[in-house]
């Protein structure tokens, strides 16, 4: 049983910054990439950061220049520092991570989601 485990969300004011971590844990073989989403009520999921096994990270225009992803892969875990958070980074956030399990003798690739960080930013 795969599971992806998120802390580190919480309240914190603008200009602010706050590290989120997700651990991946189960019979994994390999994890591709992992990233970030977040989410608002009634809005779509949206991704925030991924980063390749190999250590190359995308970002969404939004956060580029304030947020960074690094992983572990030895330690199977993802995290994001968020730099100078702004009130629109309010949100419900996801780790996602693409895993690698053996299921009989095959091996099967799918996507993982945590269960969702509440992070808010305000005064």
């Known amino acids: 049983q795969v599971q992806l485990v998120e802390s580190g969300g919480g309240l914190v004011q603008p200009g602010e910054f706050l590290t989120l971590s997700c651990a991946a844990s189960g019979s994994i073989l390999s994890i591709s990439t992992m990233g970030w989403y977040r989410q608002v009520a009634g809005k779509q999921r949206e991704l925030v950061a991924a980063?390749?096994?190999?250590?190359?990270?995308n970002y969404a225009d939004s956060v580029e220049g304030r947020f960074t992803i690094s992983r572990d892969n030895a330690k199977k875990t993802v995290t994001l520092l968020m730099n100078s958070v702004k009130v629109e980074d309010t949100a419900v956030y996801y780790c996602?991570?693409?895993?690698?399990?053996?299921?009989?003798?095959?091996?099967?690739?799918?996507?993982?989601w945590g269960q969702g960080t509440q992070v808010t930013v305000a005064s």
């Open positions: 996602r991570a693409d895993i690698t399990t053996r299921e009989y003798v095959t091996r099967v690739t799918r996507g993982y």
């Open positions: 980063i390749t096994s190999g250590g190359m990270a």
